[in-house]
């Protein structure tokens, strides 16, 4: 009951966070200066012709009414026509959005995959050489510039070893997978095109590094700081008194407890690699959302910036309530207080 | 002991596992075949920016032309002379044309056999349908056009222009990327905004497939009545990331690649397979200079500033000698260019002298320029170094490039930047834009530069059909604009390619920045 009561009191938060990212977007695309029409018209063009772009993107309209009309056209699912594409929204984002969330979540798998046991590792050997290696690893992904790292990995892995393609989704020979999920990891494996996989794989794997390493250092930190302090508990002492091992306490005891605060890290993470990817995007030439906002942004489309801050804020919210699901099954007893 | 703990033996054998997995991934990815370089047959572009929309009637972005511009034809192309891409026109659709004496009346009779890429006919009709179809949108390419042209069919095969008056650019207008010669059939079934994402052209070429913000696919038309271009596939890939694109040229996964960065051009032609290609362009930098207000009404000031710019400087250094300076407005290359006109070159005892004896002594001047291009901010303190030096203080404003934009268009600045390419290959896009008084703001005459005797030469040039006398108007106007500093003239800069040494055949157009001429280009 307190699980379901608390999905709909999230959806209902979610309904606000929607009309307030809309509203402040909105507000925020007309307050900078600059004419879209005048954009899309060109600095050649007589005032004539912009006012007649004006007249057709109803950009003349009072900016209540053009709200109004957004709001109404969101409600149902429609998301505007972008100014610069001169294309629906939701058609532009729906061919971007899966690429940058496919990346983000192979990041993430990578930063959690490698962090989690690098942040107990330093926690148990606390202050020996190996936690100092990793404490270092830790702060030089927390402070490499995404777009450095980058290049540097191309340089090392396409340029000079010729190992790994250097940006893209796929070999250009090949035909990229029907949309089924928009993730070409998993459409590949469901048509059993196996050289489309590998070809993929190949592609993600250093935009996926370069984007969870950052992220890699956050959660190694995290875990290390929440195992130490667990390891200090009354509890572990206990366990160990009973005679349990050492990594049977470490890892039956300390770690499901300390993974609770890491959740909420991992969570919050995959919004920051949703919001974070556009420069790793222009530097793999990832076809992502990144290069379409930055580009929507230059060019005044504030239909497509509000569809994406709308979208993103959107799976935001649904993350964080996945996060606090997560809580509820990693930790009955909060289950128990709601 | 711990070696032989249950939990140590089972992470030891996970481990193990891992490496073996990470192993046979590797072993995999590296014993996959070599990143080869592009195909043969195939062409691999590689730019900086997806298109935004491939409707010829809406686009006025070089970078969409890519694509469109060999996927349509038009009634009107420019010719290519011993293998480079020149401003004078010939037929494209069109097998020839008449005009009227008085330039109103124009009649293009159509080359028999053109067809679209679905088979169908290219008519008449789709002619009036398509110049129709663009005027209507009323958008950034109705613009080189007279709105109140009307279009006729004489007969199948034959289309009637009609203008309300004289336009002498109108037939070098129909060779632009706006002018392109849409399907009707295609348009009528599939609806207008078809057009944004897909082509439906008679052009040599075709689009095949697009994949948003990764790459476009074109393939030959089979139908194109034309010679069959040599290429069997073109690929336009996108990769945002300049150094990218200059590793993935170097690699031979690229064929071409556009917008390389300007400090890196000389190591890269270093390397082995790969040149760069630099050709001059027509795209020039100039300063406004606010004519209208302030210190720089005053024609001394202006014609000051003018002595006060470190033109070779700037092109030495900021452009590593990749331009050529200006000689009045219209720049080499296009018809109507003056070799003697007047040119201004840095001489600060002179400029010292004009600030002397004008309203603009001790004056703080503000100059106004965005990021929008790397050069404009190393320009502004060129400029600032050499004013300071002469007591004229200049304070930069670096701002975002609409903001700029606007404060152009209010005329709310001293000294401005900007850039300026011709959209048709006529010196009225210099002359009268820059010069005529009725274009004051962004659309043309930034400087608000307002000289009746000027206006009335420039507008008298537009009027006539006799390129001669035409010329003779333009350079006659021109010599009075230089003497008045309407604007500094500073650079044409060249357009720079990088370009694989297998291919061959580019014939650069400056009319046509970013398109590539793959119906005659080859690889081999």
């Not at chain 1, 594409?85 to 798998?109: G, N």
């Not at chain 1, 649904?318 to 997560?326: C, E, G, K, R, T």
């Not at chain 2, 195939?42 to 491939?54: R, S």
């Not at chain 2, 849409?182 to 052209?201: I, M, S």
Request: hydrophobic share 45%; proline share 5%; with cysteine.
């Amino acid at each position: 009951m307190a699980f379901l009561r608390m999905i709909k009191k999230r959806l209902l938060g979610l309904l606000l966070v929607v009309l307030g990212v809309s509203f402040i977007t909105f507000a925020i695309s007309h307050l900078i200066p600059g004419d879209p029409a005048r954009l899309i018209a060109g600095d050649k063009a007589s005032e004539e012709i912009v006012q007649n772009i004006r007249e057709q993107l109803g950009l003349n309209q009072p900016l209540y009414i053009q709200y109004g009309t957004y709001l109404k056209g969101l409600a149902t699912g429609d998301l505007g026509t972008s100014i610069r594409t001169t294309r629906p929204v939701l058609e532009d984002l729906k061919a971007f959005f899966p690429a940058t969330l496919e990346l983000s979540l192979v990041a993430l798998l990578f930063a959690s995959a490698l962090g989690i046991p690098l942040g107990v590792i330093s926690a148990v050997y606390k202050d020996k050489p190996i936690d100092q290696v990793v404490r270092t690893l830790a702060v030089t992904g927390i402070s490499t510039p995404a777009f450095w790292l980058g290049l540097g990995v191309i340089v090392v892995f396409y340029g000079k070893l010729g190992l790994l393609p250097g940006g893209g989704r796929i070999d250009e020979g090949l035909t990229p997978p029907a949309a089924m999920t928009g993730f070409y990891l998993i459409d590949t494996l469901l048509q059993g095109d196996k050289a489309a996989f590998v070809s993929a794989l190949k592609h993600i794997l250093l935009p996926a590094f370069t984007l969870g390493f950052v992220h890699l250092g956050v959660v190694a930190r995290q875990i290390r700081s929440a195992m130490l302090e667990q390891l200090q508990e009354d509890y572990i002492r206990t366990a160990k008194a009973n005679g349990t091992s050492k990594w049977g306490v470490i890892l039956h005891h300390a770690l499901p407890n300390a993974l609770i605060p890491s959740v909420t890290v991992i969570g919050l993470a995959l919004g920051d690699l949703l919001y974070g990817a556009v420069l790793t995007e222009t530097v793999f030439a990832w076809p992502g959302m990144g290069a379409y906002v930055v580009n929507s942004i230059q060019a005044l489309d504030f239909p497509a910036v509000m569809g994406f801050a709308v979208v993103v804020s959107f799976a935001y919210v649904i993350v964080n309530l996945i996060v606090d699901m997560l809580y509820m099954l990693i930790d009955p007893r909060i289950s128990e207080v709601s | 002991m711990t070696a032989s703990h249950p939990v140590i033996r089972k992470m030891t054998t996970t481990f193990k596992l891992c490496a073996m997995a990470s192993a046979i991934v590797s072993a995999g990815l590296i014993s996959s075949q070599a990143l080869a370089a592009t195909p043969a047959g195939t062409l691999v572009i590689g730019k900086a920016a997806d298109p935004q929309t491939l409707d010829p009637a809406i686009t006025i972005d070089n970078n969409d032309w890519t694509v469109t511009y060999p996927a349509y034809q038009r009634l009107i192309r420019y010719k290519v002379v011993g293998g480079k891409g020149t401003t004078q026109v010939e037929g494209d659709l069109a097998s020839g044309w008449t005009s009227s004496a008085d330039g109103l009346t124009w009649e293009f009779k159509l080359k028999k056999g053109q067809k679209f890429d679905d088979g169908s006919a290219v008519t008449a009709d789709a002619v009036k349908y398509s110049f129709e179809r663009m005027l209507k949108a009323g958008q950034g390419p109705s613009e080189a056009f007279p709105s109140d042209m009307k279009v006729d069919v004489s007969s199948p095969d034959t289309v009637k222009f009609t203008l309300t008056k004289p336009y002498s650019p109108f037939l070098y207008t129909l060779a632009n990327n706006g002018a392109s010669i849409v399907n009707p059939a295609v348009v009528e079934k599939q609806g207008t905004a078809y057009l944004a994402k897909a082509t439906a052209g008679s052009g040599p070429f075709r689009l095949v497939s697009w994949q948003k913000g990764q790459s476009l696919i074109l393939e030959p038309n089979p139908y194109y009545a034309g010679t069959k271009p040599s290429l069997k596939q073109v690929v336009v890939k996108i990769i945002g990331d300049a150094s990218s694109r200059r590793l993935q040229l170097e690699n031979g996964d690229l064929d071409v690649a556009e917008d390389l960065p300007e400090d890196q051009l000389a190591s890269i032609s270093k390397k082995p397979g790969v040149t760069v290609a630099a050709f001059p362009s027509l795209r020039v930098t100039y300063l406004y200079l606010n004519n209208k207000k302030g210190p720089m009404s005053d024609v001394n000031m202006r014609r000051a500033i003018s002595y006060a710019t470190d033109y070779s400087g700037i092109i030495k250094g900021v452009l590593k000698g990749n331009a050529k300076q200006m000689r009045g407005a219209i720049p080499e290359g296009m018809w109507g260019f003056d070799p003697k006109a007047m040119q201004y070159s840095l001489n600060l005892a002179k400029a010292k002298q004009l600030i002397d004896g004008s309203t603009g002594k001790g004056a703080t001047l503000n100059f106004v320029y965005s990021s929008k291009d790397p050069n404009w901010e190393p320009i502004a303190i060129s400029t600032q170094a050499t004013l300071g030096a002469l007591g004229v203080k200049v304070k930069l404003e670096n701002l975002a490039n609409a903001t700029m934009r606007e404060r152009v268009g209010k005329g709310d600045y001293d000294i401005a930047i900007g850039n300026w390419s011709p959209d048709f290959a006529d010196p009225y896009m210099f002359m009268n834009y820059w010069f005529d008084s009725e274009k004051e703001g962004l659309p043309g005459n930034r400087s608000y530069y307002n000289n009746p005797t000027v206006d009335k030469l420039v507008r008298q040039a537009a009027s006539l059909t006799d390129q001669k006398e035409r010329t003779k108007l333009y350079q006659q106007a021109q010599k009075i604009v230089i003497n008045e500093a309407g604007y500094v003239y500073l650079f044409q800069k060249n357009y720079q390619v990088g370009l694989r040494a297998n291919v061959k055949g580019f014939a650069f157009n400056p009319m046509l920045e970013s398109v590539f001429n793959i119906d005659t280009m080859v690889k081999r």
